[in-house]
């Protein structure tokens, strides 16, 4: 195995899911910290590696990679046990589009870059936060209901009774919606899957807490 750097931030929800994979296959890697409340992924240097200014960035043998999804997807084919995606086509959609209601429908409003066009105002903030958030757990849990209804799935994690990519992007977004304040009573699927990925140890070790440059 050659070598791994991940460009990471602790509270960068896009870097949590990295580490989570990371974790999952049991690579080892080199962490280079990037401060995003510094503005440090806004550098000419660190736009480099990734233009859009966002974390993380993957070095594998000495080869930039971004965007955390095709990050993942990376990983699993070139180290492909334990794997983060079913065999089955079917299955791997339906995986697939989990991940998406987060990749696409969640992640992309709670950004920085984002948040700052919303406005200084922190309850404004606060309440897109909310809004946004809560709206897309709403149709991930919904998604899960019906994957119970029509496959008989019924966990412990999101898509049965293995760990997917599917829960490496769904604990992030809970880190970020228990951060925000986000009533997740209504979510009862959601919580569950939660709670197995985050009993396990490499997702622990994974955490915003967990890492070297997390403040208190
Ligand atoms: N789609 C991207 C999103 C990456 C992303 O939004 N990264 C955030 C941290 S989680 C970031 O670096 N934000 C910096 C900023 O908004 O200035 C991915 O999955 O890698």
Same mark, same amino acid.
């Given at each position: 195995m050659g070598s791994i750097v991940l @460009?990471?931030?602790?509270?960068s929800s896009a870097s949590h899911r990295?580490?989570?994979?990371?974790?999952?296959k049991g690579l080892a890697y080199d962490p280079v910290f990037v401060n995003l409340l510094?503005?440090?992924?806004?550098?000419?240097?660190?736009?480099?590696?990734?233009?859009?200014?966002?974390?993380?960035?993957l070095v594998l043998d000495g080869v930039p990679y971004v965007e955390s999804v095709a990050i993942l997807e990376l990983l699993d084919e070139r180290f492909s046990e334990p794997a983060l995606l079913p065999e089955d086509p079917a299955d791997r959609a339906r995986v697939?589009?989990?991940?998406?209601?987060?990749?696409?429908g969640i992640q992309p409003l709670q950004n920085?870059?984002?948040?700052?066009?919303?406005?200084?105002?922190?309850e404004k903030r606060l309440a897109w936060l909310? @809004?946004?958030?809560g709206r897309g757990l709403g149709a991930f849990e919904a998604l899960l209901a019906r994957y119970e209804g029509e496959l008989g799935l019924r966990g412990p994690f999101a898509y049965g009774e293995r760990f997917t990519m599917a829960d490496v992007l769904l604990v992030p977004q809970i880190y970020a919606a228990n951060r925000y304040g986000i009533d997740?009573?209504?979510?009862?699927?959601?919580?569950r899957a939660n709670d197995a990925a985050t009993a396990l140890p490499f997702v622990a070790a994974a955490a915003p807490e967990a890492q070297p440059d997390a403040k208190p």
């Amino acid at each position: 195995m050659g070598s791994i750097v991940l @460009h990471t931030y602790w509270r960068s929800s896009a870097s949590h899911r990295v580490r989570i994979a990371l974790g999952y296959k049991g690579l080892a890697y080199d962490p280079v910290f990037v401060n995003l409340l510094e503005g440090q992924q806004r550098s000419a240097e660190y736009k480099a590696k990734n233009p859009m200014g966002y974390l993380p960035c993957l070095v594998l043998d000495g080869v930039p990679y971004v965007e955390s999804v095709a990050i993942l997807e990376l990983l699993d084919e070139r180290f492909s046990e334990p794997a983060l995606l079913p065999e089955d086509p079917a299955d791997r959609a339906r995986v697939r589009a989990l991940v998406q209601f987060v990749n696409a429908g969640i992640q992309p409003l709670q950004n920085l870059v984002v948040l700052e066009q919303v406005g200084e105002d922190k309850e404004k903030r606060l309440a897109w936060l909310r @809004h946004f958030i809560g709206r897309g757990l709403g149709a991930f849990e919904a998604l899960l209901a019906r994957y119970e209804g029509e496959l008989g799935l019924r966990g412990p994690f999101a898509y049965g009774e293995r760990f997917t990519m599917a829960d490496v992007l769904l604990v992030p977004q809970i880190y970020a919606a228990n951060r925000y304040g986000i009533d997740l009573e209504p979510f009862p699927r959601v919580r569950r899957a939660n709670d197995a990925a985050t009993a396990l140890p490499f997702v622990a070790a994974a955490a915003p807490e967990a890492q070297p440059d997390a403040k208190p």
